[in-house]
């Protein structure tokens, strides 16, 4: 690895200091969690997460749908983890990483919408 862009693309185990202003996002607590990244800037890695859930509370005229009506659906969204509370990032080799990540769920090799955030 020569720097930290060698990780998009890559499924990797990141440890944080805190999951301060996450845990809207899904984020576990500090983990250790595996992450598939998608881009990595000055700020931090963004990371992919395949089950962000956002349930539609008005509808296109802006009246209040009821709460029985509401249906949570499921999103594919890249989320920020910024560098200031990444304690430690762990890239494998790409066969390898979904190995390990599978053997930690219990699996031979992880479901497409697992990676995400596994803990």
């Known amino acids: 690895m020569q720097d930290?862009?060698?990780l998009v693309g890559r499924t990797v185990l990141i440890k944080l200091?805190?999951?301060?202003?996450?845990?809207?996002a899904g984020f576990p607590e500090e983990g250790p969690f595996f992450c598939r990244?998608?881009?990595v800037d000055e700020i931090g890695i963004w990371a992919e997460n395949r089950n962000f859930v956002t349930i539609e509370i008005r509808n296109n005229r802006g009246s209040y749908i009821p709460k029985k009506k509401?249906?949570?659906r499921r999103n594919v969204?890249?989320?920020l983890i910024p560098w200031r509370?990444?304690?430690t990032a762990v890239m494998f080799e790409e066969e390898e990483g979904l190995k390990i990540a599978g053997e930690m769920l219990g699996e031979d090799s992880p479901?497409?919408?697992?990676?995400g955030f596994v803990k």
């Open 37 to 39: 990244v998608v881009a």
């Open 85 to 87: 509370i990444i304690h």
């Open 77 to 79: 969204v890249s989320l």
């Open 17 to 24: 200091t805190s999951n301060e202003g996450l845990a809207f």
């Open 4 to 6: 930290a862009r060698d």
């Open 70 to 72: 509401q249906k949570p």
């Open 111 to 115: 479901p497409a919408g697992s990676i």
